[in-house]
């Protein structure tokens, strides 16, 4: 019966590994979209920057 019931909690541990490890993935990716977004951000407002500097000049 202990036999049983130790062998049933290994696959249940063994099908969580893999939906952890995509969590993982996925809180990665999330990191990267974020930074990506702020690169975007701060080069478009850099632009501006620029273009508003060159208008002002004229």
Known sequence: MGSSSSSDNEPSSVSMKPSF???INFH????????????I???ES???FI????IKVQ
């Open 21 to 23: 490890s995509k969590i």
């Open 28 to 39: 990665c990716l999330s990191l990267q979209v974020t930074k990506f977004k702020r690169y």
């Open 46 to 48: 850099r632009i501006l």
């Open 51 to 54: 273009n508003a500097f060159l």
């Open 41 to 43: 951000i701060t080069t």
